[in-house]
């Protein structure tokens, strides 16, 4: 109907028609903030990498500062270093990268089906808990391997595997590929958790009652009603894991420099270390070309052939649980003990380690409480009081909070308008760039982003103010970094959304934005809810992407816990960590709630 | 084409000449009033300045400490200052003050930095800091701790070993010790891909070949040879003429294993932790001294060890050019230049540059001068120069 009354619009009716369509106008508008906050940085980064610095006069004696170059990049792909510095890394990227992803999309699928889709006892507290491995650092996941399976050539205290087998682990499982792997997909599967859990929550169970009904088994309704409908959210927990295995670097780190494994991203940060930042940036862009592929690869092989099914259509909805009969219980407890192992201990374990006087040193009599409720000691720490007297915490706390929850939010409408905007013009090449380009500061190297946002708006920039140290600037910087979670995220659930509810509302004669706020953010909540969870624990995580921009008045926790860390003050940096870690797990269960009356409201709406 | 030029670049042009020697011109204003480089008194009225500086008020500092914050009590107490400390790395402060300069932004009063490659070769030729030394100090300074600029400690990174297990001394006397069969797989230090201080301790004794050479021939009793895949990897450099001692050490530590640990902390303690059997050996912080304790943790640097058993490196203090407060930063210099404001870094392994805190020190902890310590200072101009051709030779010994 509305194709018959487009032909018959004249070319400059047309023309009209598209500048006056608000979807196009917030299309344009985006484009440009974007092009602003995210293209222009990224081409000074390609600059830097295609032309001599100031610093390079120490690489070449031919470096004239500014002249146009192509040293680094041959250093990278083609010189005598390429072999060391990309190519073998770039294998370990891949095995590591591949492995983990398939590891943690494996993990996450079943779990989300279990906790939305099966009677399983205890959903409600398992909820939150399957997803802290992602709030706690990944070095934390990391130093929790190490303390169990340690190699003896370390010193110290023995690993846990050694004291209890007497003999030490073989190396493969301390170090390297393997323990890399397995700490990414435990790190990381919350993601896929997250979004197929939300994917799976806006499942009609009439579609797969029917299904049961004409004969189809439980296997057979697994594979052709349920699989299909979550595969967008699939792909896009495989685009972000996926990118986020190869970009991480502090894991890779821990468990792959005593072997001597590199990685592309520890590369990147090998380099930024040594003050050779346009190799650096060459790499960081290799790792935002591998994940652009991928993307790309994904949408070719998996996207064209799963359909995308919009499943909240203009009918009733109803949600079923599946019973699982006898297995109920055998599944909890594999359930709950999984989330136990990789979720509360990793937490326990600091929790405990900031309890001892002396760190790394069990015994009851080490234990103290001076590093949470001590007052200034001068013998311990440098006198530095317990976490909860100390003013400057108090203060990074309320910063944090008010950080993660404006970005959180503001991150997850901006994601959702983008991908509304994708989906529904997906044949226009505007939208696909949009998406692409939400998509590039997932892997840019966040403190070269940090130093660049602090020349963007230093001064102000037409009707920018200068936004030198302020707190606006650190929710700018952290609302871009999220938004290729909130934009794949925000997919995820619009794709889910019958066109015919948005079409009736139009000849009701609703506006698009009436039409979006009351049709397209309450149907999608649940998924945005879960980006919107996933950015709220990022961004109270985030450290060297704010760390240039950070003044003491908006100090974070992170970046106090950095400065103990920094220090040798393993308990107190501990301490933090647990801080964040609770912060964060109240600041789910407010949004959870928030979303949870929202999603009853309507389904009462609706039936 | 040409009248484009003449129309619409000229005056671009023309703004952005005046915006530059306007900017030039406020510089040197400042340089004035702050009484820095050329235009530095030639002696200091402190009064003057104190008062001064009260009435600033605020004295901003990016450090690389983050016990900077225990001064800022007594700080305040003394002369009603309010320090604002942002800790932040060496490096990354002198990246921040650049884009800031840039930009026109003045936020930063001193700079507490450990990067001296950095400092001496970027920050100081293009007029980002100043050198400002406090009068009376020169006496109590050598001539290297006040230019190019103010240093206020020596730190160091060092071999140590496990003191409880080894109660006859040192298991080893060289560092050659290191490449040998006996410590395959037990050397623990930071990887210098990751920290760039452990990349300065291996540049640093890449620095002193001649010395390695020497130290093998004492060790080994005969000259030093190379292996084929030192000379292969010489081969394949543009930047290193002929293999040394040094390549050749740093060539075979790395066949021997070493083990990388991130944290300087869990180094000191895996080596001094007294309940293990085989203790390691450890390249770890100085000052990590500090964490030795009865029954728990036993370690020292090996003293002797030939040709030396480390690094030192220097944190300076310096004055950011167009400081808003420069008075109440020349005091807070002079401040953390003086026992009560040196106290919070007042620890065994980190020595004081002036000597008369450093003979208190010395006293205190039990240790010798820092002069008389066989350790190798770090070479700025070196270190900053040979960084590429340092990641291409450890890259290509790996």
Sequence with gaps: MLKFFDSSLTGSGKFHKAITDPVNLVMLILLVILAYLVIWPFIQLLIETLTWGDRDRRISPDAVPGKFTSFYWQQATSGPLSRKMLYGPLLNTLITGVTATIMALLAGGVLAWCVVRSDMPGKRWLQPVLTLPYIVPSFAIALAWEAVFRSPKVGGQPGIYEALLGVGPPEWLSYGAFPISITLAIHYFPFAYLLVAGALATIDSQMEESALISGAGRLMTLRRITFPVVAPAFLAALILTFGKTIGQFALPFILGAPA???????????????????????????????????????????????????????????????????????????????????????????????????????????????????????????????????????????????????SAIIASVIGLVIAYITVRRAHNPLARALDQIAFIPFLFPTIAFGAMYLTLFAEPVGPIPALYGTFTLLVIISVVSRLPYSVKTGVTAVTQIGQELEEAAELAGASWVMRFRRIIMPLSSSGVLSGMMVSFVGVMRELSL?????????????????????????????????????????????????????????????? | MNSFLKTTLTPILAVLTISITSAAIADTNWQKVAGVGEFAPKTQDWATIESAARKEGTVVIYSVSSRIAKLVDGFQEKYGIEIIGHDMPSDLQIEKLRREHTAGINAVDVLFNSDAPLLLNEALPNGLVWNFVPDGLSSDLDAGETQPFLIQRHSSRVVYYNTALNPNGAPIDSLWDLTSKDWTGRTLLPSPLEDGLSANFMQTILNNSDAMAAAYEREYGQPITYSEDVIEAVAESAVIAEPNASIEWLYRFLANEPVFMSSTTKIFKNVGDIEQDNPPLGITTFSKMRKNKKGVYAAAPIYDLDPVFGVSYPTALVMADMAPHPNAAKLLIKYMMEAEGFSPWNEPGDFAARSSIEAVQMDQFKLPSFDALKLWPIDPEQIYFSKYGFLALYLGLQ
């Excluded at chain 1, 860390?565 to 709630?593: C, F, H, K, P, R």
Aim: charged share 15%.
């Design chain 1, 546 to 607: 704010i760390v240039l921009l950070i003044t003491p008045s908006t100090r974070v926790l992170m970046t106090v816990g950095f400065g103990y860390a920094e220090e040798g003050l393993t308990q107190l940096s501990n301490a933090l960590v647990l801080i964040v870690a609770v912060l964060t797990i109240i600041g789910e269960l407010i949004l959870m709630w928030i979303g949870k009356g929202k999603m009853a409201r309507l389904r009462e709406k609706q039936s």
């Design chain 1, 260 to 406: 001597q494994f590199h990685t592309v991203a520890t590369m990147v940060y090998a380099n930024l270390t040594l003050g050779l930042d346009a190799l650096a940036f060459v790499l960081a862009i290799v790792l935002i070309g591998m994940s652009l592929i991928s993307i790309w690869l994904s949408n070719r092989f998996v996207g064209n052939k799963t359909r995308r099914f919009e499943t909240i259509s203009g009918k009733g909805f109803r949600s079923r649980e599946i019973a699982l009969g006898g297995w109920r219980w055998p599944i909890f407890i594999a359930v709950a003990l999984f989330a136990f192992v990789v979720g509360i201990l990793p937490l326990i374990l600091l929790g405990v380690q900031s309890i001892m006087l002396i760190d790394g040193f069990y015994g009851l009599e080490n234990l103290t409480k001076h590093f949470w409720v001590g007052r200034s000691n001068p013998d311990i720490a440098f006198g530095e009081p317990g976490v909860l007297h100390n003013n400057i915490i108090l203060g990074a706390t309320w910063n944090t909070l008010k950080l993660a929850f404006i």
